[in-house]
T-cell receptor
Framework: QQQVKQSPQSLIVQKGGISIINCAYE??????FPWYQQFPGKGPALLIA?????SEKKEGRFTISFNKSAKQFSLHIMDSQPGDSATYFC????????????FGTGTRLTVIP | DGGITQSPKYLFRKEGQNVTLSCEQN?????MYWYRQDPGQGLRLIYY???????QKGDIAEGYSVSREKKESFPLTVTSAQKNPTAFYLC?????????????FGEGSRLTVL
């Protein structure tokens, strides 16, 4: 059972456009929601993360929007650039418990020049 | 530079053979993890270790084994019991045993079973 559901599976955006990736979860005990960026042949790297006490977090062109009541969060990439072309994973975890991050299935973003 | 080193980057194996993937970190992190990445399935946890000489099974541990004899090393053995071992394997570490905080990943090892 997928703990975190991510969509779309792939996304093509024109340079300068807005890329939006959505994630949903069921477990209300989750309290940490990071996004990881992975370039081909490389390991993922943390891009931005949010906790449920805020509804939005912005770092440069990247923004996480968080809707606690809907149990959804999304990544917005403003002014998308070809260098943003990568696979993006959302994830969720909880402070207690024996396991760690539950990852979404990933979104492959392609930004066309 | 501090980081996580995985080796080999590419590995080919015949069916029935065990292989060991190396993971070394010089970040002085307590916790280390092994993930498997398959197309369309995200990252799935195989094993994790929060302290030396201790490790726990993740979601897909069957057919894999690990050891944590040193803080900086967490090798993964893919045994012949693993039914579908062809995948991209990622090692990661975290500074402490807490479940939040940044995971640092290595560059991965791609295993192909012939």
């Amino acid at each position: 059972q997928q703990q975190v559901k991510q969509s779309p599976q792939s996304l093509i955006v024109q340079k300068g456009g807005i890329s939006i990736i959505n994630c949903a979860y069921e477990n209300t005990a989750f309290d940490y929601f990071p996004w990881y960026q992975q370039f081909p042949g490389k390991g993922p790297a943390l891009l931005i993360a949010i906790r449920p006490d805020v509804s939005e977090k912005k770092e440069g062109r990247f923004t996480i929007s968080f809707n606690k009541s809907a149990k959804q969060f999304s990544l917005h990439i403003m002014d998308s650039q070809p260098g943003d072309s990568a696979t993006y994973f959302c994830a969720a975890s909880m402070e207690t418990g024996a396991n760690n991050l539950f990852f979404g299935t990933g979104t492959r973003l392609t930004v066309i020049p | 530079d501090g980081g996580i080193t995985q080796s080999p980057k590419y590995l080919f194996r015949k069916e029935g053979q065990n292989v060991t993937l190396s993971c070394e970190q010089n970040l002085n992190h307590d916790a280390m993890y092994w993930y498997r990445q398959d197309p369309g399935q995200g990252l799935r946890l195989i094993y994790y270790s929060q302290i030396v000489n201790d490790f726990q099974k993740g979601d897909i541990a069957e057919g894999y084994s690990v050891s944590r004899e040193k803080k900086e090393s967490f090798p993964l053995t893919v045994t012949s019991a693993q039914k579908n071992p062809t995948a991209f394997y990622l090692c990661a570490s975290r500074v402490d045993r807490g479940l939040t905080g940044e995971l640092f990943f290595g560059e991965g090892s791609r295993l192909t079973v012939l």
